[in-house]
């Protein structure tokens, strides 16, 4: 059975790795399965990078989107020049009709962005994460109304196709009636795994500001995306006294470095910089970190801070911290609780809406922190297991291994 991965966006928040992780483990279980994963410019060598990581032999197959001003938005560094083709030319990516005919099973593992094949769509399988930018248009105005509305149009017609639409979490499933009004009567809903299967031995010679990683220092691993909520915990962290650095990784954060600036980057950095921190000290931002340094970082951290404010199945970061004994504070929101209620696990709970609370839960733990984290380590016998053999089981019954 040949299965093509299609994904022209590789999102490195997740997605990326998410579809590698289920290949691998498929590919484990199921050894007479054949893949390839199908992309395009910067996003083919994202997924490149990622095979060559994971030392899977899968291969990486470039298939250019079907039109010129799809492959403009598939592959353009400017943000302003994808939403001005898009506004005019349409948005979404097309995979080409011969890749998706020629092949058993057609993956999209992130729907987002990506057209809905007209071509032997009974090959077709789909992931769906979340819905968050029509949750927050206000965080995400900088998108055209027409950007929103093709993407909505797209949603709509994946989760209408009769495709087997596959999602993380109940609360997306609510989310998608609340904001799209699309009911999904019998949803296909697999949990995601906080398990990494890379790690150990391969780590990386050195980490940016290694010898700050010696000392306590509160992590939060995203990208600069305007729900991951940055500009909230810098004013909580900031009330709470900045008694410990705060660590930022995640793909975009280094900008914070930079003095001439732009955008969200530039009203973060300005907020930082108000607030008293001082960069490369008090605040630390990485940027993006391999597989394998992320998980030095985390297990050297005096705690994990989550304030997004939506995730689609959870958070990744949330499941790696408890699985090593970090302590934990989150935001109190629909899908994090759905996330906790079913791996377990305590945590500290926060509105991410308030930077007192934000403060105040951070001084909670930094008053009591030899025993929170005794119990953070503890609990680990007692969280419910999830690995990515599981996820691929799950998937192989719907694609019908």
């Known amino acids: ?10 999102n490195l928040g997740g997605g990326a790795r998410f579809a590698v992780e289920l290949c691998a483990s498929l590919k484990e279980l199921y050894p007479f399965l054949k893949f390839e994963i199908v992309s395009f410019g910067k996003a083919l060598a994202r997924y490149a990078s990622l095979v060559e990581q994971y030392n899977l032999q899968i291969p990486v197959v470039a298939a250019p989107p079907t039109s010129i001003c799809q492959r403009i ?3 353009s ?21 011969e890749v998706v005919e020629d092949c058993d099973v057609a993956w999209f593992p992130w729907v987002h962005g990506h057209l809905l094949p007209q071509r032997a769509p009974e090959k077709v399988i789909a992931s769906f994460h979340d819905v968050i930018p029509f949750q927050f248009p206000e965080i995400f105005s900088r998108i055209p109304t027409r950007v929103f509305v093709c993407e909505g149009r797209n949603v709509v017609d994946w989760m209408e196709s009769g495709a087997p639409v596959i999602l993380t979490s109940h609360a997306t499933v609510d989310a998608l009636q609340d904001v799209l009004g699309v009911k999904c009567k019998n949803p296909n809903i697999i949990r995601l795994s906080g398990d990494h299967r890379v790690l150990g031995p391969e780590l990386s010679a050195t980490v940016p500001f290694e010898s700050k990683l010696k000392d306590p220092f509160l992590l939060y691993p995203a990208n600069l995306t305007g729900h991951k909520n940055h500009e909230m915990l810098f004013r909580g962290v900031s009330l709470w006294g900045k008694k410990v650095p705060l660590l930022l990784t995640g793909e975009g954060t280094q900008a914070l ?5 732009w955008g969200r980057v530039r009203k973060l950095r300005s907020l ?7 960069l490369g000290d008090s605040l630390i931002p990485l940027g993006y970190v391999s597989t394998s340094n992320y998980e030095r970082v985390l297990r050297s951290s005096w705690a994990l801070i989550v304030p997004t404010l939506a ?3 959870g958070s990744f970061p949330i499941l790696e911290a408890l ?8 935001s109190d929101i629909p899908v994090v609780r759905e996330q906790i209620d079913f791996f377990g696990g305590d945590v500290i709970w926060f509105d991410p809406y308030s930077a007192n609370d934000i403060g105040e839960k951070l001084d909670i733990l930094f008053s009591d922190y030899e025993r929170y984290r005794r119990r953070s380590e ?11 053999l599981d996820v691929a089981r799950d998937y192989a019954r719907i694609i019908g291994i």
């Open 323 to 330: 699985r090593v004994g970090v302590p934990v504070l989150c």
């Open 378 to 388: 503890e609990q680990i016998p007692n969280l419910t297991r999830r690995s990515w």
């Open 73 to 75: 938005i598939a592959d």
């Open 272 to 278: 930082a910089l108000t607030l008293g921190f001082s």
């Open 77 to 97: 560094d400017s943000e302003g020049v994808r939403y001005a083709i898009g506004s005019l030319r349409g948005w979404g990516i097309e995979a080409p009709h």
């Open 311 to 313: 995730e689609g199945g």
């Open 1 to 10: 059975m040949r299965i093509r991965v299609f994904d022209y966006r590789a």
């Open 257 to 261: 470095f930079k003095k001439f600036s």
